[in-house]
C-alpha cells in the first residue's frame, strides 16, 4: 500500500518569497511516480510537476521546483518568488507505476495563502 | 484542445436514489479515473478505464460502478445513495504515455 503525509495543513506566505511544502511518502513498490497538484477554489486540479523515482536530478517546471530525497522518502515542492495567484490547497500524490492517473493517492493536502 | 468535461456540475440527489455522473477526456486520451473528494476522507481513488476495460478499482463498495465507452467518455453511477456520498466526484484522463493526468473541475454531489 501506497501511503503519503502532509503534516501542513496551512501556511501564509508573504508575497514574492519562496516557499516550501512537505511531502513524505511510504511504498514499497519499486518503480512509483511523485505528483504535486493545485486545486483552487473552483475545484479542478491542476497538475503542477512530476517526479519518477529513477529519476536521477530533480523537476522543475518554471517557478516549481521538486526536492526529491528517495533515502528520506520526501518530495517536497518548492514554489519561488511566491505570487498571489498561488493561493490554493496543494496535493502531493504517488501512483505506483508513474504513467499518469493511475490509482493516485493523495496526501490530505496543504493550504496556502499569499499574503499581498 | 478541449479539456475534460465533466456534467452535471451540480447535482442533489435524495437517499435511495441513483445517480449517472458523466466524464469526456481529452481527445485522444484512453484513460479515464474517478476520484472521490469528501472533507472527512480526503481524495480518494475509485476506479480506472483504459480502452474500455476497468485496470483498477478503488476500495469502495458496489454500490459504485462505472463504465467506458468506445469514445473514451465515461460514466460513473451510484446506486442507493446515502448521505455520506455527498461528495465532489473528479474525472481525470491520460494519454497512457505521458505523465501528466488532466482532472475535470468535478461534480458536486449533494444527498439529502
Known amino acids: 500500500a501506497q501511503k503519503i503525509t502532509q503534516t501542513q495543513p496551512g501556511m501564509f506566505v508573504q508575497e514574492k518569497e519562496a516557499v516550501t511544502l512537505d511531502c513524505t511518502y511510504d511504498t514499497s513498490d519499486p518503480s512509483y511516480g511523485l505528483f504535486w497538484y493545485k486545486q483552487p477554489s473552483s475545484g479542478e486540479m491542476i497538475f503542477l510537476i512530476y517526479q519518477g523515482s529513477y529519476d536521477q536530478q530533480n523537476a522543475t517546471e518554471g517557478r516549481y521546483s521538486l526536492n526529491f530525497q528517495k533515502a528520506r522518502k520526501s518530495a517536497n515542492l518548492v514554489i519561488s518568488a511566491s505570487q498571489l495567484g498561488d493561493s490554493a490547497m496543494y496535493f502531493c500524490a504517488m501512483s505506483p507505476v508513474g504513467f499518469g492517473n493511475e490509482k493516485l493517492t493523495f496526501g490530505t493536502g496543504t493550504r496556502l495563502t499569499i499574503i499581498p | 484542445k478541449a479539456g475534460v468535461t465533466q456534467t452535471p456540475r451540480y447535482l ?93 473541475q468535478g461534480t458536486r454531489l449533494t444527498v439529502v
Not at chain 2, 445517480?19 to 481513488?45: K, M, N
Not at chain 2, 446515502?82 to 484522463?93: F, K, P
Open chain 2, 12 to 104: 442533489i440527489k435524495t437517499r435511495g436514489q441513483q445517480v449517472t455522473l458523466s466524464c469526456s477526456p481529452i481527445s485522444g486520451h484512453r484513460s479515464v479515473s474517478w476520484y472521490q473528494q469528501t472533507p472527512g476522507q480526503g481524495l480518494q481513488f475509485l476506479f480506472e478505464y483504459f480502452s474500455e476495460t476497468q485496470r483498477n478499482k478503488g476500495n469502495f463498495p458496489g454500490r459504485f460502478s462505472g463504465r467506458q465507452f468506445s469514445n473514451s467518455r465515461s460514466e460513473m453511477n451510484v446506486s442507493t445513495l446515502e448521505l455520506g456520498d455527498s461528495a465532489l466526484y473528479l474525472c481525470a484522463s491520460a494519454d497512457g504515455m505521458n505523465t501528466e493526468a488532466f482532472f475535470g
